[in-house]
């Protein structure tokens, strides 16, 4: 093992609500592509989420969002209140660890927004963002879409070993004093 192990800071997808056309699916969101966008339906009934993971648990500190390639034209698909939870398992009990209620994302295509910061106390391995609402209403008001959402983990408190999963906290030095 490495003095901090090896554990992967990138998330891995695990799934989410079905996109309006395959190659536009939940996934999307984690592929560090900007020309590739979740694009799916929205209905208060039913919102649509995403969930990625960890290989082991970490804190989520902040993250980004990327609006997608038509964002312009369509508006009304621009997320305006979503919800971050953090849990142990993908079935288990979900934690807010994020909430906004009236975000202001970019107008511009392709923009990606101003860090959103988290100040969750607790480090998870898995993580679900909900969409709350849409732009609006109209033709494309029961759609929504994103291309990127880049998660920021707190990488100087929790390491580990991917392979064995064991885990560990990186040594904190101690202060040295000089006698009086």
């Avoid at 990138?10 to 590739?36: C, K, Q």
């Avoid at 990327?66 to 142990?88: C, L, P």
């Avoid at 860090?115 to 909900?130: C, L, P, R, S």
Wanted: charged share 20%; hydrophobic share 30%.
């Amino acid at each position: 093992h490495k003095t901090y192990g090896d554990i992967a800071y990138t998330p891995i997808f695990g799934s989410g609500t079905d996109g309006i056309v395959l190659s536009e699916n939940a996934y999307a969101l984690f592929d560090g592509d900007d020309n590739t966008k979740w694009c799916g339906h929205y209905y208060e009934n039913d919102l649509p989420y995403a969930i990625f993971s960890y290989a082991l648990p970490v804190k989520l500190v902040s993250y980004t969002l990327t609006t997608a390639n038509d964002t312009m034209e369509y508006t009304n698909r621009t997320w305006t209140a979503w919800t971050v939870y953090g849990s142990d398992s993908e079935d288990g009990e979900w934690t807010v660890v994020h909430d906004v209620k009236d975000g202001q994302l970019p107008a511009g295509a392709l923009t990606e927004s101003e860090a959103f910061e988290v100040n969750a106390d607790t480090a998870y391995m898995y993580y679900k963002v909900v969409v709350n609402s849409n732009g609006g209403e109209g033709r494309w008001g029961n759609s929504q879409q994103m291309s990127e959402f880049t998660p920021v983990v707190d990488v100087d408190t929790y390491y580990g070993c991917t392979t064995c999963g064991m885990e560990y906290k990186e040594p904190v030095e101690e202060e040295t004093t000089q006698p009086d």
